[in-house]
């Protein structure tokens, strides 16, 4: 069956994914003496970061297609058929969207202002902007899981969910428990959580049928 126009755009999503992970992978490379065990991917854009142009090139498409697919998927969600237990999905949908406006925005103003932590207001603001992403992203997916839960036909958000929160809740638990000199690896657990979901919902947004919208 053709597919509709928001429907092939759904496909951001994984141009978005692609963008970032490239972005993490090939940043380091104009970073010298960047440990990607040890260090935050937010250090490679930091704005005296030697590889911050390297990190806007590789990352500019994840930029305009990270927040512009969930908001098109919100859009979807809107007219997709949704029984009056599973209205919890356009729900957790918006606050993903929400959650992803923030990010794209509050980051973009308030980059760190030096690898790690130098403590300005830049780097304090930098913070608080993590700290609402992340509590936005809890309970959006936690709803995405009630959600999959309690109506079949939303069980596969719902399960995509699960797996983008138990890795959040490995980076942060990782992030404290973990050797300092491992750091970068559990964190990338957390960064990657999110990506990867708006990914998914891009999929979801592409492979539902129009049978399954209103």
Sequence with gaps: MKKSLLQKLGLLGIISFLSYAAAVIFSPLAYPGYNRLAQAVSDLSAANAPSLVLWN??????????????????????NRKISSQSKLLRAATYVFAAMELVSA?????????DSGYAGTFQDVMHIAITAAVVILSINSLT????????????RSYGICAAIALAMMLVGALGTKLAPAK????????????????????GLHL??????QNA
């Design 105 to 113: 925005v509050g980051y973009r103003m308030f980059p760190l202002s």
């Design 57 to 78: 090139r590789l990352s500019a498409p994840y930029a305009i297609c990270e927040p512009l697919c969930a908001v098109l998927c919100c859009i979807g969600v809107q």
């Design 143 to 154: 709803m995405f899981i009630v959600a999959g839960a309690k109506d079949k036909t939303c």
């Design 206 to 211: 592409f492979i539902e049928t129009p049978a």
């Design 182 to 201: 491992y750091f970068g690896v559990v964190e990338r657990f957390s960064v990657f959580a999110a990506t990867g979901f708006n990914a998914a919902l």
